[in-house]
């Protein structure tokens, strides 16, 4: 292989490298601009790239650079994110030291997948300390030591139905519907038996698990550094996500208060 078929092939795994790179901030929940950033960055870094560009949406990545005069481009469609925040931050150590050090690009496909193979927390752990933050928000909503108690049986039953309905790759809308009618109905049950004291304070604290903070602040940050469309996609996420909680409450609450359960 000559040269310069060596040189349009490092350009290529470089752009693939910053693809996945991309990739795995974006679907972890990571901005668009600090995706972009990271894209042109690592582009950049090698081959004496010149010209790099990346476009990112909460649904997709493209991506651009020229080598030598010519251009070659990626794109990525993401279909599901997830919250992952000690992925972002062993990427954002991986980009930063790739940028300053003499990595190979193969070096750092093979890094790169490591962090993507790497465990998280299992689902039990992050049920068990979900269900514990919810708990504590039910205290900071004024009830009493047997309300956190219920709010944490409540919520653990919230975050293991929610998390095996996810395995049915159904859409985030009927997820918070679901996770939230539980969340209700379970609520009104603790009071009935005596278990809970006071039902709004357990209903609250058992939705917080639903409420799409991560998504709102994403939104708020891209639409003021100039993301518009990624600010108002994350938005309109965020504002769905909101209606189905409300939904789901509404909804049993209002069969509720009739009478009919």
Not at 31 to 54: F, M, N
Request: glycine content about 8%; aromatic content about 10%; overall charge positive.
């Amino acid at each position: 292989m000559d040269l310069v078929s060596r040189d349009r092939d490092e350009a290529k795994k470089l752009l693939l490298l910053a693809a996945l790179t991309g990739k795995t901030m974006l679907k972890n929940g990571a901005e668009t601009y600090r995706v972009e950033d990271t894209i042109e960055r690592i582009c950049k870094s090698r081959l004496d790239i010149k010209y790099a560009d990346a476009f990112v949406t909460p649904t997709g990545i493209f991506l651009s650079l020229e080598y030598k005069g010519e251009m070659f481009t990626y794109l990525i469609r993401i279909k599901s994110i997830k919250i992952d925040l000690n992925k972002i931050d062993l990427v954002n150590e991986f980009s930063r030291e790739f940028v300053n050090s003499n990595m190979t690009v193969d070096e750092g496909i093979e890094k790169l997948k490591k962090i993507n193979k790497a465990e998280g927390y299992s689902r039990i752990t992050k049920n068990l300390f979900g269900a514990m933050a919810c708990a504590f928000f039910a205290l900071l909503f004024g009830g009493s030591f047997l309300d956190f108690i219920s709010t944490y049986l409540v919520s653990i039953t919230v975050l293991f139905t929610v998390g095996k309905i996810g395995q049915y790759k159904m859409t985030f809308f009927i997820n918070n519907l679901i996770g939230a009618s539980i969340a209700s109905v379970l609520s009104i049950i603790v009071v009935s038996i005596g278990l809970g004291h006071n039902m709004d304070t357990i209903i609250i604290g058992s939705i917080m698990s639903l409420v799409p903070g991560v998504s709102i602040t994403n939104a708020l940050r891209d639409t003021i550094s100039g993301d518009f469309i990624s600010g108002l996609s994350r938005g309109m996420e965020a504002i769905f996500s909101a209606l189905a909680i409300a939904f789901g409450v509404g909804i049993v609450l209002n069969i509720y208060y009739r009478g009919l359960i």
